[in-house]
């Protein structure tokens, strides 16, 4: 194979990837395309010896992109040295950090404006994506211990903003299962009732056709996306996923992709499908009926067997 053939086809396995990403620092997908673009650019005029890890360099590259993006369009400054030395600010154990992924996207768009560039990259980088935070520093250009700080602090702003009562767990279990059943028989009636008018719905490029929108919202779109989901809807069952009510799409006895809600009120408010296997890694996926082991299967281990930097 040409090398440039080689560089293409090894910037096209990782371009799902690196498009989620680019699209939950930026919130936007047109400006997530754009960035990957660049990168594509900037990868194909680079020194091959250059780049010894390609997953670890592109990762840098689209995140540097991202960051020098968010600075330019929201003239946000840089942390300041006060801010990332506050003594309270000593990070959390990894049971009371770890975020769910699909809140932690839907929050994300509620306080967008309020994280910083570096804020936004800790934060995404090690709670979405399983970053380690050696990585995120060398990224940020700065130490291990602000690169903690920075995805502590952007953490508690979201936690505040996305403060709203969720569902109790057997209500959420309740809805997300009502909405499994109409999935599966196309019952548009059904699918009314269980989503909020205003429901978002974001997603991993993995699990979409080529140029479909990572995130939609508003429940006629959602539902006419939910029918379109309904042959997967068939290889799909109700889990638990980090201890909440949540739907995983199995092939071959293995999770492709989950499906993570928010449920208020008896409705659902938003959901995140989770393809990337970096995420789905993250995710610890437990069933009701007893099959636990299968789901398990190249998911993340319970949170007391975590890595010890999940702060």
Not at 70 to 91: F, N, Y
Request: glycine share 8%; with cysteine.
């Amino acid at each position: 194979m040409h090398v440039d053939e080689e560089r293409f086809a090894g910037f096209q396995r990782e371009r799902p990837h690196l498009l989620g990403m680019a699209f939950r620092l930026l919130g936007s997908e047109a400006d997530a395309q754009d960035v990957v673009q660049e990168a594509w650019i900037r990868y194909a005029r680079a020194d091959v010896g250059e780049v010894r890890n390609l997953p670890a360099w592109l990762t840098t590259v689209v995140t540097r992109l991202c960051v020098d993006l968010l600075r330019r369009s929201r003239d946000v400054p840089g942390e300041s040295a006060g801010l990332l030395e506050t003594p309270a600010d000593r990070g959390d154990e990894p049971e009371q950090a770890a975020l769910l992924a699909g809140e932690l996207a839907e929050a994300l768009m509620i306080v967008v404006d309020e994280l910083t560039p570096e804020q936004r990259v800790a934060l995404i980088l090690h709670d979405v994506f399983g970053a380690p935070f050696a990585e995120i520093a060398q990224v940020l250009d700065t130490t291990v211990a602000s690169a903690k700080k920075l995805a502590s602090r952007a953490r508690a702003r979201v936690r505040h903003r996305a403060a709203a009562p969720a569902a109790d767990p057997r209500t959420a279990h309740r809805v997300v299962s009502a909405f499994l059943k109409a999935a599966q028989q196309g019952d548009i009636d059904g699918l009314v009732r269980l989503l909020h008018p205003g429901v978002t719905r974001t997603a991993d490029p993995h699990t979409l056709p080529v140029g479909a929108a990572q995130r939609v919202q508003g429940a006629q779109t959602v539902i006419t996306e939910t029918l379109a989901f309904q042959r997967n809807a068939r290889r799909a069952r109700v889990v638990t996923i980090d201890g909440q009510a949540g739907i995983a799409v199995l092939s071959q006895g293995k999770v492709q992709a989950a499906l993570v809600f928010r449920v208020t009120g008896g409705q659902i408010v938003h959901y995140d499908v989770i393809a990337d296997p970096r995420r789905l890694a993250l995710l610890h996926i437990g069933d009701h009926a007893g099959f636990r082991g299968r789901l398990t299967e190249g998911c993340r281990e319970p949170a007391g067997n975590q890595r010890k930097d999940r702060t």
